[in-house]
Structures are given as structure tokens and as C-alpha cells.
């Protein structure tokens, strides 16, 4: 943290107050000049903090008053690059991990192209079962480059992002990315994990993030139970 950009350290901090919902939708968040006296910063440096909070979708700028914060979206944005979390909100996800990340070798089937240093470095692979409102919602499988990610096999990911992991500890940010989706029957475990139906169609996913990091993008296998819950996606 202490290496990290002064923008940056207040942009983590607003962000999080926001997913907390200690800034509530339709609320001001502090004036560029409080936040400047506050946490004595200059004001390009406020502003960059605040911009990026509006990429994120979790505030809009508006002349003559302010930074108001957004309503989170009702439906679920595994489509969009700011990552599931972000998406609902902290206070409705809850992450069961399935498996631990581990160090191992790439599938020798893969769904996208790896770059050489992708292939040579191995990848960190990680399992997990996101519920909202206590349903399991989703099932996800990841991908990591084995790349400068330093006792990332050794760090918690029980109810916590992986992007907010990886974007605090490790600067890694989503720039943009690729997906493919299907609808397809799921086999027996996908039935059990999901606490499906027979015969109840899931949305499978694959997809490449790309990130700000040369040769290192994340990829993603999703199993999405839509009976109750629609998505969106913005790119």
C-alpha cells in the first residue's frame, strides 16, 4: 500500500465506502476541496481518483453539484470488465472457494491463445462458488499467469474479489477483454454445485481479460444459473 499511488490509495478507499454502501446511491461523496484537505492531496490528483470511479461506473460527475454515487446494478454485470463484485456489491456476494489457488501446468485444451511467457510460467489455478442472496449464482474456474504475482497462492480469497485483490497488491488492472458464451446442459456437478433443476440450461462462459501488464491476461470459465438473475455487459 505504501508503494502505491496517492490517487490510487484514495480511489481504493472511496471505491470500497461505495461497495460498503457507506456512500449510499444518490449521496455526494466529499467535495474535491475536502478531499484534497483531508487526505492532503492536490487536486489533479483528487480528480484522478474520482475519474476513475466514474470509469468504474460507481459515480457520475455532475456540474454545480458534485460527485453523486450510482445506484448498483440490479442485474449482474459478469460481462463487464469491472468484475463481479463490483457488480452487485459486496453486501449481496458471497465467495466459497472450492479450490485454493495452486501453482500448475496450463490445460494442454485451452480456449484462448497463450503468449510464450504465459506458456513458460505456468498458471495459478483457482476455483470458486459465488452466491448471491444466498443462491449459488455462479460457478468460476481462473487462470492466472504464473507472472510477478508474489504469495498470491498463500492469500485468502474466502468472500473478497480477485480484481480488487490483484489491482490493491499487485497494480494489475483491467483494460478490456474477449468472451464466449453458449447456453449448454450442465453435467452432474455443475447440477449440484448450482442446485439446479434437470435439464436446466446454464450460460457457459469463457473469457480473456486483458490487463495493463505485458503478457499477462486473466482467463475465465463461468457457469451462470440465470433463472433469477439477468446480466449486462458493458466493454
Not at 453486501?91 to 472450492?98: A, V
Not at 492469500?155 to 478490456?176: A, C, D, T
Request: some cysteine.
Amino acid at each position: 500500500m505504501d508503494n502505491m499511488p496517492q490517487y490510487r490509495k484514495l480511489y481504493e478507499l472511496l471505491r470500497k465506502n461505495i461497495l460498503n454502501g457507506i456512500y449510499e446511491e444518490g449521496s455526494l461523496l466529499p467535495s474535491e476541496n475536502e478531499l484534497c484537505a483531508v487526505h492532503g492531496m492536490t487536486r489533479p490528483t483528487v480528480r484522478h481518483a474520482l475519474d476513475s470511479l466514474v470509469k468504474d461506473g460507481l459515480i457520475i460527475k455532475k456540474q454545480g453539484k458534485g460527485s453523486i454515487v450510482r445506484k448498483p446494478p440490479q442485474n449482474i454485470g459478469i460481462l463487464s470488465i469491472a468484475g463481479t463484485a463490483s457488480a452487485i456489491g459486496v453486501r449481496y456476494l458471497r465467495t466459497e472457494i472450492l479450490q485454493k489457488p495452486e501453482i500448475r501446468p496450463w490445460p494442454e485444451e485451452f480456449p484462448f491463445e497463450l503468449s510464450e511467457p504465459e506458456k513458460e510460467a505456468g498458471c495459478i489455478y483457482m476455483e470458486r462458488l459465488r452466491f448471491v442472496d444466498g443462491q449459488p449464482v455462479f460457478y468460476d474456474i481462473n487462470h492466472l499467469p504464473n507472472l510477478n504475482l508474489p504469495r498470491l497462492t498463500s492469500r485468502s480469497f474466502e468472500n473478497k474479489s480477485l480484481f480488487e485483490m490483484l489491482r490493491k497488491h499487485y497494480q494489475v488492472e483491467i483494460l478490456g477483454g474477449e468472451q464466449k458464451l453458449k447456453a449448454i446442459i450442465p453435467d452432474r456437478k455443475i447440477k449440484r454445485l448450482l442446485n439446479l433443476r434437470n435439464r436446466t440450461p446454464v450460460l457457459y462462459i469463457e473469457r480473456k481479460l486483458i490487463t495493463n501488464k505485458e503478457a499477462f491476461n486473466i482467463y475465465s470459465t463461468i457457469y451462470f444459473n440465470s433463472e433469477k438473475h439477468s446480466i449486462y455487459g458493458s466493454f
